[in-house]
T-cell receptor, first 113, second 111 residues
Framework: KNQVEQSPQSLIILEGKNCTLQ??????????LRWYKQDTGRGPVSLTI?????NTKSNGRYTATLDADTKQSSLHITASQLSDSASYIC????????????FGAGTRLAVHP | DAGVIQSPRHEVTEMGQEVTLRCKPI?????LFWYRQTMMRGLELLIY????????DSGMPEDRFSAKMPNASFSTLKIQPSEPRDSAVYFC?????????FGPGTRLLVL
């Protein structure tokens, strides 16, 4: 069964600290993996997208990694800011005929001053 | 560009009523997606269109839900009759190829 699991479910950190969010998936065939940031009351915004051959991709203070062998991805946030408080959603696309999107439940991050 | 536009932003209705949600994708994007998001189930893909043609509607919950895309700049998601369990935030997203751009969502409450 195609699944995407994220951990932790929620996380509280202090402003300026780093954090890492995890995403494990069992999706086949694999097409790509995306990380989205969703602020409260808004639609998700794409942070990164990685294909099978890509190991890491950065977007400012956000760095995503992908290990296609172990089927794990992480999103690292450096020097967190209050505006990083949001839900972070891992989405894996399964390319089987036409693409299907499998969503993780998200990690809710709260950055406190 | 104004981004993906959805209307209405909020909708409150009574059980049994018909609800129509509207979406204007970003100009030039050839794929359009309808999602539903709830606390319990997270984000769920309901249906997506490519070049105005429905490609995959396996996420549509049941016959009460229908979606149309009569042209490249407009799509609707209709629920008839609505039920309380349909209460959720409904997102529309469009994509040129790859990254999807989400609209602000329609928050639906069915009483």
């Amino acid at each position: 069964k195609n699944q995407v699991e994220q951990s932790p479910q929620s996380l509280i950190i202090l402003e300026g600290k780093n954090c890492t969010l995890q995403c494990n998936y069992t999706v086949s065939p694999f097409s790509n993996l995306r990380w989205y940031k969703q602020d409260t009351g808004r639609g998700p915004v794409s942070l990164t997208i990685m294909t099978f051959s890509e190991n890491t991709k950065s977007n400012g203070r956000y760095t995503a990694t992908l290990d296609a062998d172990t089927k794990q991805s992480s999103l690292h946030i450096t020097a967190s800011q209050l505006s990083d408080s949001a839900s972070y959603i891992c989405v894996v696309t399964s390319g089987g005929g036409y693409n299907k999107l499998i969503f993780g439940a998200g990690t809710r991050l709260a950055v406190h001053p | 560009d104004a981004g993906v536009i959805q209307s209405p932003r909020h909708e409150v209705t009574e059980m049994g009523q018909e609800v129509t949600l509207r979406c204007k994708p970003i100009s030039g994007h050839n794929s359009l997606f309808w999602y539903r998001q709830t606390m319990m189930r997270g984000l769920e893909l309901l249906i997506y269109f490519n070049n105005n043609v429905p490609i995959d509607d396996s996420g549509m919950p049941e016959d009460r839900f229908s979606a149309k895309m009569p042209n490249a700049s407009f799509s609707t998601l209709k629920i008839q009759p609505s039920e309380p369990r349909d209460s959720a935030v409904y997102f529309c997203a469009s994509s040129p190829q790859g990254t999807q751009y989400f609209g602000p969502g329609t928050r639906l409450l069915v009483l």
